[in-house]
């Protein structure tokens, strides 16, 4: 009886050897993700997310397998968390970051100042200056206290400067002048002073009014030992608009002034219906965008702006637009995500 039972143990270890060895192949046999991928070049790849999708399992499931690092899409931004003056709210930044730590990934705060998407009680009134300055030093103050040592940088500054290079007329600029974003990034470092500090904008990926501009501010703040880490390129791209050839020497001089940079919300859109022609010139943007980051030391990773069609934010905003990203509507990779493996690689 004894022998039996050592014999059917026997067979049962022997069993799961052959199994867990067999399990242990198939892992070795899949392909690398886009974050393993990334990660051999010292990058990191992710993706937005936004918390309503976070009810969508097979979504989730990609989100937390393929990428290393994610953003909040709005769960961050100045009326979710602050949406009656001094009442805050980090519920859904929270969820966000909770997620990325249960999946090992790193998160980018999103955003402090931006003159889009503020809660009625800051837009809706006349503020002096001293009274404006105290509301958003002490909205940065606790929302950055908040995330210390959650989030590996900040959007401090979103969307600054009109396409011709002058300051937007933000209630922020209008109330305090062109200084507030270099108190905003102060103020931002006290509350913590480990976080890398962004500028982020759109249409800033070709050296032109706008990207100049940023350059000069740059160089600006850091003479002045303004606490500047890097320039975010959101590369919200559109084919019939042209691809920017000089995104990588863009990038390339903003590291000569000791900044890191980052593609902080990529998606390439085109008129919808796809067709074999676009998504095949869409694939090759998408190449051409890594391998650009990739040939800039200090391009530090590339961001996807959400990586499925199924939750663009593009066909809201741009009428007849739209399949803008890697995976289609049933979360099927599209030629674009082989074109980005094939540059990764």
Same mark, same amino acid.
């Given at each position: 009886?004894? &022998?039996?039972?050592?014999? $059917?143990?026997?067979?049962?270890?022997?069993? /799961?050897?052959?199994?867990?060895?067999?399990?242990?192949?198939?892992?070795?046999?899949?392909?690398?993700?886009?974050?393993?991928?990334?990660?051999?070049?010292?990058?990191?790849?992710?993706?937005?997310?936004?918390?309503?999708?976070?009810?969508?399992?097979?979504?989730?499931? $990609?989100?937390?397998?393929?990428?290393?690092?994610?953003?909040?899409?709005?769960?961050?931004?100045?009326?979710?968390?602050?949406?009656?003056?001094?009442?805050?709210?980090?519920?859904?930044?929270?969820?966000?970051?909770?997620? !990325?730590?249960?999946?090992?990934?790193?998160?980018?705060?999103?955003? /402090?100042?931006?003159?889009?998407?503020?809660?009625?009680?800051?837009?809706?009134?006349?503020?002096?200056?001293?009274?404006?300055?105290?509301?958003?030093? &002490?909205?940065?103050?606790?929302?950055?206290?908040?995330?210390?040592?959650?989030?590996?940088?900040?959007?401090?500054?979103?969307?600054?400067?009109?396409?011709?290079?002058?300051?937007?007329?933000?209630? =922020?600029? #209008?109330?305090?002048?062109?200084?507030?974003?270099?108190?905003?990034?102060?103020?931002?470092?006290?509350?913590?002073?480990?976080?890398?500090?962004?500028?982020?904008?759109?249409?800033?990926?070709?050296?032109?009014?706008?990207?100049?501009?940023?350059?000069? $501010?740059? &160089?600006?703040? #850091?003479?002045?030992?303004?606490?500047?880490?890097?320039?975010? $390129?959101?590369?919200?791209? !559109?084919?019939?608009?042209?691809?920017?050839?000089?995104?990588?020497?863009?990038?390339?001089? =903003?590291?000569?002034?000791?900044?890191?940079?980052?593609?902080?919300?990529?998606?390439?859109?085109?008129?919808?219906?796809?067709?074999?022609?676009?998504?095949?010139?869409?694939?090759?943007?998408?190449?051409?965008?890594?391998?650009?980051? /990739?040939?800039?030391?200090?391009?530090?990773?590339?961001?996807?702006?959400?990586?499925?069609?199924?939750?663009?934010?593009?066909?809201? =905003?741009?009428?007849?637009?739209?399949?803008?990203?890697?995976?289609?509507?049933?979360?099927?990779?599209?030629?674009?995500?082989?074109?980005?493996?094939?540059?990764?690689?």
């Amino acid at each position: 009886m004894r &022998k039996n039972r050592l014999r $059917l143990v026997g067979a049962v270890a022997a069993l /799961l050897v052959a199994v867990t060895g067999t399990a242990a192949q198939a892992h070795d046999d899949e392909p690398p993700t886009l974050a393993e991928l990334a990660q051999r070049h010292g990058r990191y790849f992710g993706s937005a997310t936004d918390n309503p999708e976070l009810t969508d399992a097979p979504y989730v499931s $990609l989100l937390g397998s393929e990428f290393d690092q994610i953003t909040p899409g709005n769960g961050m931004k100045w009326y979710a968390t602050e949406p009656q003056q001094g009442v805050f709210d980090f519920s859904q930044g929270d969820e966000i970051v909770n997620l !990325a730590r249960a999946n090992h990934q790193k998160v980018r705060g999103h955003t /402090l100042v931006w003159h889009s998407q503020l809660p009625g009680w800051l837009t809706e009134r006349e503020w002096t200056a001293p009274e404006l300055r105290a509301v958003l030093k &002490k909205h940065i103050q606790t929302e950055v206290r908040h995330y210390r040592g959650k989030v590996f940088a900040w959007d401090v500054v979103n969307e600054a400067f009109n396409e011709d290079g002058t300051y937007r007329e933000t209630i =922020f600029y #209008k109330t305090l002048g062109p200084g507030y974003i270099a108190d905003a990034l102060r103020w931002a470092h006290q509350a913590d002073p480990r976080v890398k500090l962004y500028l982020n904008d759109y249409n800033v990926e070709s050296i032109g009014p706008k990207s100049d501009a940023y350059y000069k $501010l740059a &160089k600006e703040l #850091k003479a002045q030992g303004v606490p500047l880490h890097g320039i975010g $390129l959101q590369a919200h791209l !559109a084919l019939q608009y042209g691809y920017p050839t000089t995104l990588e020497d863009n990038l390339r001089r =903003f590291s000569k002034l000791g900044l890191d940079t980052s593609l902080t919300e990529v998606d390439i859109r085109m008129y919808v219906p796809a067709d074999e022609e676009k998504l095949a010139t869409q694939a090759e943007w998408y190449r051409d965008l890594t391998e650009a980051c /990739l040939a800039v030391r200090r391009c530090v990773g590339i961001t996807l702006w959400d990586y499925t069609d199924k939750y663009s934010w593009i066909p809201a =905003f741009f009428e007849g637009e739209g399949a803008a990203l890697p995976w289609d509507e049933q979360l099927q990779p599209k030629p674009a995500y082989y074109a980005i493996r094939e540059a990764l690689k």
